[in-house]
């Protein structure tokens, strides 16, 4: 994804941090808005692999900070749910002022609970997405129950959250007391999809439950089993952010797709930080990476991986072609590639640097003769992408 730092205004004319994920090559088919959890912040790794995954299915992403949070203004000890809804509305009419109005809202735990509230006053806004939510915005008093007493009395007390103090005013309390969720969530008018885990220590599952009963239709809900509330394992935020996104294809107007690469062009872009790179190949949409091992995160082939599944790919689509053409009873090919830097004098050469090796192993499965298996063995060999290999490649790199 392509990523653009933005700012926005509150109410109280305070900067908004916010960070707009943009598809790899396309003008986005829609917009969608990511509140995060409480006390938590745009940068969060769950919140931008479940971005990355919506931007793969060319919808456009703003995640910002609340204010007080992350990178935006403000006291966070001045702020309350009230201000969460505010600073989602803020959002809502930057993107439809600067770029066009965000069809879906997503929100995280306590995120979650503002664009439920929110999506109602939004008019453009055809779907919702929860994730951890609590059915109650009240809810998150159950973080604050050990200073509780000291806030009512004093007024304000720091509270360690997720391993950071952060304090909290009474008026924090006041206000989250006025949210009742349950007429709000009956008169959504929005699609709505609840993900929750049943493993979820922070907020309990009984939460998704209130929430798909108060909605109405549509509605769905998907269950996160083994995922914490955080989403620390990062197949579980991808495998949310896949969810969402295919979820939103049937509840989103999505605009007329606009290609912008043929078919024959590919694409890639790398970010600011790891090797996490997203490929577009005409209108399909892949991820390459490297693995743990090297520094990477492990979200896709490895660029030499991709070059083994091209020879793999071209060897199994020649071999079908040969025998079609020929009537031979061929059934399928598998083909089963491993690539190694091996030393040249490993491969019967003089020097001891290393050259690069492939093996590929085939599997014909057919009622095919000895034969016909010895020249589709010889035709593997002629694949194009084979001869492209074997062949002189002139690669010309200019700077755009």
Request: charged residues 25%; contains cysteine; glycine residues 6%.
């Amino acid at each position: 994804m392509r990523s653009e730092k933005i700012n926005f205004k509150n109410k109280g004319e305070q900067k908004l941090s916010g960070i707009l994920d943009m598809p790899i090559t396309s003008r986005p088919v829609a917009y969608a808005i990511f509140a995060h959890c409480f006390t938590c912040s745009k940068t969060l790794t769950a919140v931008v692999n479940i971005s990355r995954a919506l931007t793969q299915h060319n919808i456009a992403v703003l995640r910002f900070d609340f204010t007080g949070l992350g990178e935006s203004e403000g006291d966070f000890s001045d702020t309350n749910f009230s201000t969460n809804i505010n600073d989602l509305i803020e959002a809502y009419e930057y993107l439809e002022d600067h770029y066009e109005a965000p069809k879906l809202l997503i929100g995280h735990s306590l995120g979650g609970a503002a664009v439920l509230y929110t999506a109602g006053q939004l008019e453009k806004v055809q779907a919702v997405a929860t994730i951890g939510a609590p059915a109650d915005p009240p809810h998150v008093k159950a973080l604050l129950k050990e200073k509780i007493d000291d806030i009512k009395v004093s007024g304000e007390a720091t509270v360690d959250i997720g391993g950071r103090p952060f304090k909290i005013k009474k008026q924090f309390l006041d206000d989250i007391d006025q949210f009742d969720s349950s007429e709000v969530i009956g008169r959504l008018g929005k699609a709505l999809l609840v993900l929750h885990s049943p493993q979820d220590s922070i907020v309990s599952i009984e939460n998704a439950a209130q929430i798909y009963t108060a909605a109405k239709h549509p509605k769905s809900f998907i269950t996160l089993d083994g995922a914490d509330h955080l989403l620390f394992n990062k197949e579980d935020s991808n495998y949310v952010g896949l969810m969402i996104a295919n979820w939103a294809t049937r509840y989103v107007n999505m605009d007329q797709y606009h290609e912008v690469i043929d078919d024959e062009e590919v694409m890639t872009r790398t970010g600011a930080q790891g090797y996490t790179t997203e490929v577009a190949i005409g209108k399909h949409r892949m991820i390459a990476d490297e693995p743990t091992s090297v520094g990477g995160s492990n979200l896709g082939p490895t660029p030499y991986g991709y070059l083994s599944a091209s020879l793999g790919a071209c060897t199994s689509m020649t071999l079908r072609m040969y025998a079609d053409h020929k009537q031979w009873p061929l059934d399928q090919v598998e083909v089963r590639l491993r690539h190694e830097k091996k030393h040249r004098e490993d491969c019967e050469e003089k020097s001891t640097s290393k050259v690069d090796h492939i093996t590929l192993e085939l599997k014909l499965t057919g009622d095919l003769s000895e034969e016909q298996r010895k020249r589709l063995l010889e035709i593997a060999d002629r694949c194009p992408v084979h001869r492209s290999l074997h062949g002189k490649i002139v690669v010309d790199t200019v700077l755009k």
